[in-house]
Structures are given as C-alpha cells and as structure tokens.
C-alpha cells in the first residue's frame, strides 16, 4: 500500500522534544478552534509573490492569515525522519507524550524512491480520500465524496491528468464544508522530497500543474482547513523542497540522537 511505512513495528527511541513542537502546534490549532487564547507565537513568514492564487470553487476566506502552516522535519540521511513519522503514527515506545498523537492523525502517506506508486500524485489523493472516508474522525466527509461529480476526478487516468482539480474537489472543498472536529488532526507526508528530481523531467498535463505530491500540497496547503496541521519530512540539503515549504515551523534533526 502507498501509505504504510517499512519500519513500523521497529521500537524508536529518544527525539521527544520534536514529539512536543508537534503536539504544541496541534495544541495552537486546537485552542483556535475553541477561541481559547494562547501565548502567541511566532507566525510565519508571508509566502512569497503574496501566497498562492486562491483555486477556483474555494471560498476566498479560506486562505488564512497566519497561514494553514505546518511542520517541516529536515534532516541527512539516517537522521531518522521516517523513523519518527512512524512512531507519530504508531507508537513503540511505553512512555512519552507521543503516545497518544496518533489518534489525532486524520491520513498519512509515505514516499519511497524504489516505489513509483508511492510518487503518483493521483494515487496519493485516492489514498487521502479513503483514509479520510475509513478514519470516520470528519463527519460528514464520506456524503460529500460520493457526489458523482467528485467520484469522476478520482478516476484513474482523469486524476493524473488533473490532480489540482481533484484535490481541490475531492479534499479541500469536502474538508472545508463539514462541521470542524472537536480538537485538531493532522496529515503526515514523509518524505516528500522523493521524486522531485522525476518531476522536473516530466511535462505538465496543463500550465501550472502539480508533477509531484510536494508541489501539490505546496500550492495548496493555505487553503487546508484551520484545524488541521501539515507534517511534512525532507532531507535538509534539498533546497529546493524547503523553499516551497518556507512558511512551515521547521524542526532540524541530526544524526546524533539526543539523550
């Protein structure tokens, strides 16, 4: 399957500190959604050119200010971003504040260089759009997926050739018109970085069109629902993945585990 990770299972140690900006972030998310006040933070720089142009269909209030800015995880290789996305999700360890994150994870999808069905950006919106369907945390979401002329953009081959269209159809309308869960979810893409290189050789189906899971989610993460955070992994020296990503909280992971 495209989402599931090839070390779940493995036990993790250490990195609690990132464990604790993740569910910080959620918590800020959480306490807008309730109108409780918090100590303010920090927001994140305006994205360049004035952020991205708002997609058609989609209320022009959705952008918000502020931004729907997520959480970027750099780091070399063996710094152990797949490793933690995979105790996000399921947790090992009998301690920590971690542990119970994971119900809080509304999709997860993870990018493997030696699996292109992992790259697919159509298949990455199929599997959001069941996820979202399975997980039953967003009321409401499955009735307005099953509308016909949402099912149509999800068709193998209609999805790859307009993977914008379907995202903005298939996720960010549904998401945006339901009844905002009680606390905050997330979505976890890790490393999102993988076929970047394969995108940049590839033509777009039409001007402006996404070739990679991280073009997509870049040109479109503004206009994701206030409650719910983008987590994102991506290895530090590919400049090119944190520039699209410059409006995220980025948490710096070394190869050296902190004790």
């Not at 993740?22 to 918090?38: A, D, F, P, W």
């Not at 952008?63 to 710094?79: C, D, Q, R, T």
């Not at 073009?215 to 530090?236: D, G, V, Y």
Request: net charge positive.
């Amino acid at each position: 399957m495209a989402q599931t990770s090839l070390l779940q299972g493995k036990r993790f140690y250490c990195r609690e500190w990132v464990f604790h900006k993740v569910q910080h972030c959620l918590q800020e998310k959480t306490n807008n959604l309730s109108g409780v006040t918090s100590t303010p933070s920090k927001q994140p720089p305006p994205v360049p050119g004035g952020g991205a142009p708002v997609p058609a269909g989609v209320p022009p209030g959705s952008a918000k200010s502020g931004g729907s800015w997520g959480v970027l995880l750099v780091g070399g290789p063996g710094s152990g971003k797949t490793a933690l996305c995979t105790e996000l999700l399921w947790p090992t360890s009998a301690h920590g504040s971690h542990r119970s994150l994971h119900k809080q994870s509304l999709a997860f999808h993870f990018c493997r260089a030696d699996d292109s069905d992992t790259l697919c950006v159509g298949a990455f919106i199929r599997s959001l759009v069941a996820q979202v369907c399975r997980g039953g945390l967003v009321p409401g979401y499955e009735e307005k997926v099953r509308d016909p002329a949402v099912q149509s953009t999800l068709q193998p081959g209609e999805c790859e050739r307009n993977p914008a269209e379907a995202f903005k159809k298939c996720v960010l309308l549904p998401l945006l018109s339901v009844k905002p869960p009680p606390q905050s979810l997330f979505l976890l893409v890790d490393s999102i970085d993988e076929g970047s290189q394969l995108g940049e050789g590839e033509q777009r189906s039409s001007p402006g069109s996404p070739r990679t899971i991280a073009e997509l989610l870049a040109s479109h993460h503004e206009f994701l629902p206030p409650w719910l955070l983008l987590i994102c992994s991506a290895r530090r020296q590919n400049k090119a993945i944190t520039k699209l990503f410059t409006a995220f909280h980025q948490l710096s992971m070394s190869t050296t585990v902190d004790l």
